[in-house]
């Protein structure tokens, strides 16, 4: 039997509650499976742990998840602790130091999935963007002068490496040909005159080895509005770091909103841990009502089930999320419903064969 040991990190806020959720989703199907399991510990790194200690994770925490084969995380995030600091010190601190340049994130509009577009069908929103995770705008190089003075500036550059667009945009045109997709980049070239316009270089070079892929190009803030409109115009897309962050959550609105936003962070080469996590946040203002839909974490461990090459487990858990949201009863109020997180979360379950 294999065995995949899981660094959990709960996290803030509604971080454990569908956390919980995901871990008991992951034991239900290596049970059935019988032909691997998994061991998890747990760290209990956060604003509360910030709090304390004065620092998001331990002095060591990247040496200590380095021995682990995935992390799943429930978020991070709470009042009393500056937002740049929670995603910095943990979030960004575990994506740079595992090299974790691929963002993974579904924007799928699922049956029994509320949405907000008028006359769109399910099989409309059905994109996979492929974010650049390591670089770009949250590179976090820049500078601050004349602190606290009439001329104070401040600089925040964006890096945008020839390794690092060659790699993602690469990856992107791998994952549309072994799914059959188109591929559109999204850029904003005609007013960021380096990095865009490097960006799109690469991307019209990288374009030439696969012929085989049909490919758009859109502007940003053209692409916001495309997403809206015409939806069905997006299948694989690729884009910078800040792009992407932004254009999920417009997709998360369109495909049923946060409580199904799912992201992978992933290392390809596996040289590193890869990190999976539902988007949705901390959520504080509900935190220990135990009504936080737990659906995003367990889509994400449909992802970490991919990754890790279980791919018919993973393409049924999604099967069992439709059929939950098609079934109505057992849903958390943010989908309408009256349920608990753990009530979602044994519907799931009780699904699983």
């Not at 601050?144 to 667009?165: D, L």
């Not at 390809?268 to 999976?276: A, D, G, L, Q, V």
Request: charged share 20%.
């Amino acid at each position: 039997m294999y065995v995949h040991r899981i660094a959990v990190i709960p996290g803030d806020g509604i971080g454990p509650e569908v956390i919980a959720e995901g871990i008991k989703v992951l034991d239900k199907i290596s049970e059935l499976d019988g032909s691997f399991k998994f061991e998890y510990v747990t760290f209990p790194w956060g604003c509360e742990y910030y709090l304390k200690n004065g620092r998001m994770m331990s002095k060591d925490g990247i040496e200590q998840l380095s021995k682990f084969d995935a992390i799943f995380l429930g978020a991070v995030g709470f009042p009393g602790v500056p937002d740049h600091i929670s995603l910095w010190e943990l979030l960004l601190t575990i994506r740079k130091s595992f090299d974790q340049y691929v963002n993974l994130r579904p924007v799928k509009l699922l049956k029994g999935a509320p949405c907000p577009l008028k006359d769109v069908k399910c099989e409309d929103v059905d994109m996979i963007f492929v974010r650049e995770n390591s670089e770009g705008e949250y590179a976090g190089s820049g500078s601050w002068h004349y602190k606290n003075s009439p001329y104070e500036v401040v600089i925040q550059n964006g890096v945008f490496s020839r390794h690092g667009c060659e790699r993602i945009i690469r990856y992107a045109f791998q994952l549309a040909r072994s799914k059959g997709k188109s591929l559109t980049s999204i850029s904003k070239g005609n007013a960021l005159n380096y990095s865009m316009v490097f960006w799109d270089q690469i991307f019209n070079e990288i374009s030439k080895e696969y012929p085989d892929i049909k490919t758009a190009s859109y502007l940003v803030d053209a692409a916001s509005m495309l997403m809206v409109k015409h939806p069905e115009r997006f299948e694989v897309v690729v884009t910078s770091n800040l792009f992407g962050d932004i254009l999920t959550d417009l997709g998360a609105a369109i495909a049923g909103g946060m409580g199904l936003a799912a992201g992978a962070n992933l290392n390809p080469e596996r040289k590193f841990p890869s990190m999976f996590e539902p988007i949705h946040g901390s959520a504080p203002d509900i935190a220990g009502q135990h009504i936080a839909n737990p659906l995003a974490a367990i889509w994400s461990v449909s992802q970490m089930l991919d990754f890790f090459g279980y791919e018919d487990w993973g393409k049924r858990l999604l099967d069992i999320i439709q059929e939950v949201l098609v079934d109505g009863n057992v849903l958390t109020p943010d989908m309408g419903g009256t349920a608990t997180t753990s009530q979602v979360g044994d519907a799931v379950v009780a699904r699983i064969y």
